[in-house]
Nanobody, 125 residues
Framework: QVQLGESGGGLVQAGGSLRLSCAASGRTFSGYAMGWFRQAPGKEREFVAGISIGGRSTVYADSVKGRFTISRDNAKSTLNLQMNSLKPEDTALYYC??????????????????WGQGTQVTVSS
């Protein structure tokens, strides 16, 4: 199995930036496609961004496109999410996730196998 742990969340003013990180351990990190999801209080979990096994393909939710950047460092077994121009509606608990997949493909359907515990992002206005 893959064990995931997020960090980097916090409180930031609207228009500011945060960088989230996800550290992975267990099975080979390079064998999994990765993604970021978020869940606001009282709402369902939603997809934020995904990245392929090799890191060359990415996909973003329309709501964050152009503002967020997902990346990975397979040598360090880490996943990152750079969040710029943050808005109050970005406030949520952010989760890192991993899944088996076809090399070169990204996944945005929420069908992931492993999940972290989440890190809170709060954007004030």
């Amino acid at each position: 199995q893959v064990q995931l742990g997020e960090s980097g969340g916090g409180l930031v003013q609207a228009g500011g930036s945060l960088r989230l990180s996800c550290a992975a351990s267990g099975r080979t990190f390079s064998g999994y496609a990765m993604g970021w999801f978020r869940q606001a209080p009282g709402k369902e979990r939603e997809f934020v961004a995904g990245i392929s096994i090799g890191g060359r393909s990415t996909v973003y939710a329309d709501s964050v496109k152009g503002r967020f950047t997902i990346s990975r460092d397979n040598a360090k077994s880490t996943l990152n999410l750079q969040m710029n121009s943050l808005k109050p509606e970005d406030t949520a608990l952010y989760y890192c996730a991993a899944r088996r997949g076809i090399y070169g493909s990204t996944y945005s359907d929420g069908n992931y196998d492993y999940w972290g515990q989440g890190t809170q992002v709060t954007v004030s206005s």
